[in-house]
């Protein structure tokens, strides 16, 4: 609540941002926007990516990793909780 202002607006980022590439998206773009996105209190930053099915997960404070068919995207923020990575691209 700390973030709220008296006109009822947030300031900063939501905990975890999920980013969907587009073809038009450019790789200076998405690391131009996770650094932005963690300038203001990013937690977690995600990069969904169709055409690869492929799942990009960087934390804060730590590398990226990689997550792809058959594996489970941990999701920190909460607890014990995964994404099925089969799941996410076949549902």
């Known amino acids: 609540m700390e973030r ?3 006109k ?9 941002i999920v980013e969907v590439l587009s073809p038009s998206n450019t790789a200076s773009e998405m ?4 650094r932005t996105c963690f300038e203001g209190g990013c937690l ?3 990069v969904v ?4 099915a ?6 804060v404070n730590g590398p990226t990793r990689t997550y792809r068919a ?3 995207v941990p999701v920190s ?8 990575v089969d799941q996410i691209f076949n549902d």
Not at 49 to 52: G, H, Q, V
Not at 54 to 59: A, D, F, G, L, S
């Open 4 to 6: 709220h202002t008296k």
């Open 8 to 16: 009822g607006w947030f300031t900063g980022a939501p905990e975890l």
């Open 31 to 34: 690391f131009d926007r996770q």
């Open 44 to 46: 977690e930053f995600w």
């Open 49 to 52: 990516d169709p055409e690869t």
């Open 54 to 59: 492929q799942i990009h997960v960087t934390p």
């Open 70 to 72: 058959g594996e489970n």
């Open 77 to 84: 923020l909460l607890g014990a909780a995964s994404l099925s």
